[in-house]
């Protein structure tokens, strides 16, 4: 999983309760993001950050926060405003600009609201 | 709309056979092309990355082929193992948008021993 860790592994909640997934990386890379895994679907990208205290809203932000304040860590926070927040959650990384670099993912964290 | 289009959905082959996985995408413009192999309930992990001047990309048993003309691309796996059972998820850059890949759902490869 190229040095990056996402915990825990499997994540139950009430609902109504907001709840963080951690994400640290080791691969000294600049851009870090979050995605959404849901059957059947794509990968669809939460947030991402270029860089330390700075991020920027991915297609289905809403219901969701992040926080960028050291370079190997981009946690993710699930609120009670996110509808539908039962999914698989990836944490990647990147020397730079996805585009043009490498995605290294890591091993995920299964959430489970009910 | 910029798309990515995978079949089939799902395919059970048996070990040692050959397979081909395709994907078509309507995204323009085109940067590059990956395929990433998933296992179940792990992260991806990169198979391939191709630009628009490459046809063809191996990796081991693995073998990407694009066709920009087409938008289409392929990815064959030769002598199949029962590691080789996991999705395979083809990703598009469009090349002008900001860290927006385009993700398709991907095809479920089972091999059965």
């Known amino acids: 999983d190229g040095g990056i860790t996402q915990s825990p592994k499997y994540l139950f909640r009430k609902e109504g309760q907001n709840v963080t997934l951690s994400c640290e990386q080791n691969?000294?890379?600049?851009?870090m993001y979050w995605y959404r895994q849901d059957p059947g679907q794509g990968l669809r990208l939460i947030y991402y950050?270029?860089?330390?205290?700075?991020?920027q809203k991915g297609d289905i932000a809403e219901g969701y926060s992040v926080s960028r304040e050291k370079k190997e860590s981009f946690p993710l926070t699930v609120t009670s405003a996110q509808k539908n927040p039962t999914a698989f959650y990836l944490c990647a990384s990147s020397i730079g600009d996805s585009l043009l670099y490498e995605q290294y993912f890591g091993p995920g964290t299964r959430l489970t609201v009910t | 709309k910029n798309q990515v289009e995978q079949s089939p959905q799902s395919l059970i082959i048996l070990e040692g056979k050959n397979c081909t996985l395709q994907c078509n995408y309507t995204v323009s413009p085109f940067s590059n092309l990956r395929w990433y192999k998933q296992d179940t309930g792990r992260g991806p992990v990169s198979l391939t990355i191709?630009?628009?001047s490459e046809n063809t990309k191996s990796n081991g048993r693995y073998t990407a082929t694009l066709d920009a003309d087409t938008k289409q691309s392929s990815l064959h796996i030769t002598a199949s193992q029962l590691s080789d059972s996991a999705s395979y998820i083809c990703v598009v850059n469009p090349g002008d948008s900001n860290y927006q890949l385009i993700w398709g759902a991907g095809t479920k490869l089972i091999i059965k021993p």
């Open positions: 950050s270029q860089i330390v205290n700075d991020f």
């Open positions: 691969l000294n890379h600049d851009a």
């Open positions: 191709m630009t628009f």
